[in-house]
């Protein structure tokens, strides 16, 4: 069982950047990739970026590259996602969520195990 805590959140004007953390308790966080997802109002949540368990492979939607990135710290059992360029069409709540890869692959497009319960971002034009 993992848990799954997001901070970082918050509301920043267009051009600026933002550092979400995605704290995990709980056992194992070295068997699972991991991957940060967005819900913007009224669309569906989609990915937005994933990180394998060895911290080696990373993985981008192609509106995100370039501009933000995800790693992660085995010592602290955190995920980050650092944000630059920040876009209002950035603004949405963000997630963290699990991916149990002992056994297999990671598929950042796969079933996630665990989530988080999301920070807001919100950037202003």
């Known amino acids: 069982q993992v848990q799954l805590h997001e901070s970082g959140g918050g509301l920043v004007q267009a051009g600026g950047s933002l550092r979400l953390s995605c704290a995990a308790s709980g056992r194992g966080f070295s068997w699972y990739a991991m991957g940060w997802f967005r819900q913007a109002p009224g669309k569906e949540r989609d990915f937005v970026a994933g990180i394998d368990r060895s911290g080696v492979v990373t993985r981008y939607v192609d509106s995100v590259k370039g501009r933000f990135t995800i790693s992660r710290d085995g010592a602290k059992n955190t995920v980050y996602l650092q944000m630059n360029s920040l876009k209002p069409e950035d603004t949405a709540v963000y997630y963290c969520?699990?991916?149990?890869?002992?056994?297999?692959?990671?598929?950042?497009?796969?079933?996630?195990?665990?989530w988080g319960q999301g920070t807001q971002v919100t950037v202003s034009s």
């Open positions: 969520a699990a991916q149990h890869t002992v056994f297999r692959a990671y598929d950042p497009a796969g079933k996630y195990d665990y």
